[in-house]
């Protein structure tokens, strides 16, 4: 049945206001959640800028982990740059990259932390103390050589370890971990011939490298590819020099063809050069 046309109009009129009404609603409602938007914006963007997100005392604010050599103060002294500076802005590979240019620092990882409180927790890895370096063998050693192959200055890391093992050198000498692990090599191979721990290798004339192993001073020459070599004679020479080792003043390794032995009568009295040949199974 239909409505009447007055009827009909009237409804369709307040169906218009109802819509009007709901637009006018929803339009509000957009309004109030922009202005809470725009107010959560402003109140954390003046949070950002007003508290105190940067690090402003290193001693409590800068946290250090796993060292034993280098000290606290060290590692704060190191990551100076971060003081004053939001947390939210500090570069943690640049921290680490400030901390690892110590020399006894292998590795170090960095952590920002806002809250409670903005702080820096830094984790070390030190480096492992190889050999003890110095100029001389009448002087104390100054650096500690790591496995990496950097020097560590002991003045200015006084608890690291200074091994048994000295080498002597320029103070300008540098080493790679390759050089490192090569001469460990070299060294653990004339203990297992020799029998003694190698005190010291005195590589001041790089042609002419000398290794003190127990009463045993031997002259290795230069030491490159063929050193392997030359050590792998050792051993079937010790055992023919033994009855004279006493009066034995070094072994000559740094020939192919033969090997030369120097001999001292007295202290401070040298006699004259012998030579073994290379035994048939080394050439």
């Keep these: 049945m ?3 046309v007055e009827r ?3 409804w369709i009129r307040s169906r218009r206001e109802q819509r009007k009404l709901m637009r006018r609603a929803r339009l509000r409602r957009q309004m109030l959640r922009y202005a809470l938007l725009i107010l959560l914006m402003f109140t954390a963007t003046s949070g950002f800028y007003y508290l105190p997100w940067s690090i402003a005392n290193a001693r409590e604010q800068i946290v250090v ?3 034993k050599v280098v000290s606290d103060e060290q590692v704060r002294q190191a990551l100076e740059s971060a003081l004053g500076r939001p947390i939210y802005r500090l570069n943690p590979h640049e921290l680490e990259s400030d901390v690892k240019s110590l020399d006894v620092v292998q ?3 960095v952590r920002r932390y806002c809250l409670p409180r903005p702080k820096l927790v830094v984790e070390i890895l030190e480096e492992f103390p190889w050999a003890s370096y110095a100029t001389d063998p009448d002087c104390q050693p100054k650096w500690v050589i790591a496995e990496s192959g950097r020097k560590v200055l002991i003045s200015e890391f006084p608890k690291v370890i200074q091994p048994p093992l000295k080498i002597y050198g320029q103070s300008s000498r540098a080493f790679t971990s390759k050089e490192v692990s090569q001469w460990a090599n070299w060294i653990s191979y004339i203990e297992k011939q020799t029998q003694c721990p190698v005190e010291s290798v005195d590589m001041r004339n790089p042609q002419e490298v000398k290794v003190i192993a127990g009463d045993l001073c031997l002259k290795l020459g230069s030491p490159d590819s063929s050193l392997t070599r030359r050590l792998a004679r050792l051993a079937s020479v010790l055992s023919v020099i ?3 080792r006493d009066k034995l003043e070094f072994i000559d390794l740094g020939l192919d063809s033969n090997i030369p032995l120097k001999l001292a009568r007295k ?5 004259s ?3 073994l040949p290379t035994p048939r199974s080394q050439l």
Excluded: V
Aim: hydrophobic fraction near 25%; avoid cysteine.
């Design 242 to 244: 033994d009855p004279m």
């Design 107 to 109: 590795q170090a990882f």
């Design 267 to 271: 202290a401070g009295t040298q006699h």
């Design 65 to 67: 982990r796993g060292n």
């Design 273 to 275: 050069l012998g030579q």
């Design 2 to 4: 239909n409505l009447p």
């Design 8 to 10: 009909r109009r009237e």
